[in-house]
């Protein structure tokens, strides 16, 4: 019987340290503090490991390529453990959510790491004098000295980001973008989700236009957490020589509403002078707006500074003691961690930390460090480009 099922008949259960989540950022840490010893820990996640990745849409791939470089000393953009490659497995350089599910799952059989699926974290309660956490699940209490949190993003979209978005349909809410009926699209936001559900529709022959608040594809910025991937931008010059595809930018959306001729979406451009203008659809718009990240079920547990989490050098709530945070919401001043290839690099800060307040021999850690997948010095984290 595989660990992760066997983990599920347990309730009520007192360990040492409970990952919350099974996504990337969960299973990555989860290796991380196997290869650090400790053993009284597990990761709960409400649906199955690498959930979120199974339900992308079916088109839908990674923008970072992965490579099975490891065995010059650079692993896999896309890997969460050392020794171990997405594109190796898949003999694929952008692979699909499924097949990124299916390598988390992998990880997780071969390190055997004590998943529990099926189950639905509804609160953390910390207790007196900074002892640890009461989770109260769907399966009974679980109680921790350490919480690392790591729910992710994309099961959290973001639905109501102006007046008649519900008219919409969130991209997360596609399964297959051949699924989808009709000829014309408006696509709402033009980062990647966006770019990546106008690109997909005018592949299969639709016409598209994209409205975004800023110029997403016009930007220079060399973080790629603000300016489209090469991937993104190589498909985009592709389907726009179609002449299918249209690009508005610097435009704010200020609803969507439902008439005769379809659906109405009225925007705002400009700054000093307002100028509204309206496009209509025959087909209801496809929101792309991002997500308001599973942070949001636990605010109250964080201080919080331009809406993000405010967290300390060990990636740990400045509120709440011993709550660690992993995965695409870490975010450090202008730094920030959305790519797996970031957020991995904080893995083994978290440990560290842990490891330090339990009296456990670091030492195991270090092959983290020799692999640059130990990033505790931030100033190094620029994003300057000379050529």
């Not at 066997?6 to 290869?35: H, M, P, R, W």
């Not at 699940?137 to 994309?154: H, L």
């Not at 249209?246 to 705002?268: C, M, P, Q």
Request: proline share 5%; with cysteine.
């Amino acid at each position: 019987m595989p660990l992760y099922e066997y983990f599920c008949s347990s309730n009520n259960q007192t360990v040492e340290a409970v990952i919350v989540g099974a996504g990337a950022a969960g299973v990555g840490c989860g290796v991380v503090l196997k290869d650090l010893g400790l053993q009284n820990f597990i990761l709960l996640e409400r649906h199955e490991v690498g959930g979120s990745f199974n339900r992308w849409p079916a088109q839908m791939r990674f923008i970072t390529p992965s490579f099975p470089s490891h065995g010059f000393g650079l692993l896999d953009l896309n890997a969460v453990a050392l020794n171990t490659s997405p594109a190796l497995s898949f003999r694929q350089e952008h692979i699909t959510g499924k097949e990124y599910a299916l390598y988390l799952q992998t990880v997780v059989e071969h390190f055997q790491l004590p998943v529990k699926t099926g189950i639905e974290v509804h609160d953390i309660e910390p207790l007196p004098r900074e002892k640890g956490f009461i989770l109260k699940t769907s399966q009974g209490d679980v109680q921790s000295r350490f919480v690392i949190w790591a729910a992710g993003e994309f099961q959290y979209p973001r639905f109501d980001p102006f007046p008649g978005a519900d008219l919409c349909i969130h991209n997360t809410q596609v399964r297959s973008w051949d699924e989808i009926q009709g000829e014309e699209f408006i696509v709402i936001g033009g980062y990647e989700s966006g770019m990546d559900a106008a690109t997909n529709l005018v592949a299969l022959g639709k016409r598209v236009g994209v409205i975004d608040r800023a110029k997403s594809w016009a930007s220079n910025d060399p973080d790629p957490s603000i300016s489209l991937s090469p991937y993104t931008l190589q498909r985009l010059e592709f389907v726009y020589a179609t002449g299918r595809l249209e690009l508005v930018g610097n435009t704010d959306i200020v609803g969507v509403k439902r008439d005769n001729n379809g659906y109405a979406v009225v925007g705002a451009q400009g700054n000093e002078s307002i100028q509204y203008r309206q496009w209509m659809s025959p087909t209801p718009p496809i929101l792309c707006t991002g997500f308001k990240g599973s942070l949001s079920t636990i605010a109250h547990l964080f201080h919080w500074s331009d809406g993000h989490a405010v967290l300390n050098e060990w990636d740990e709530s400045t509120r709440t003691p011993g709550l660690f945070v992993v995965g695409p919401s870490v975010r450090h001043g202008d730094v920030i961690f959305c790519f797996i290839y970031k957020f991995r690099q904080r893995f083994a800060v978290v440990a560290d930390a842990i490891a330090q307040r339990l009296g456990l021999d670091s030492s195991p850690l270090q092959v983290y460090r020799e692999q640059g997948l130990f990033l505790d010095d931030l100033s190094c984290c620029g994003n300057d480009c000379v050529c």
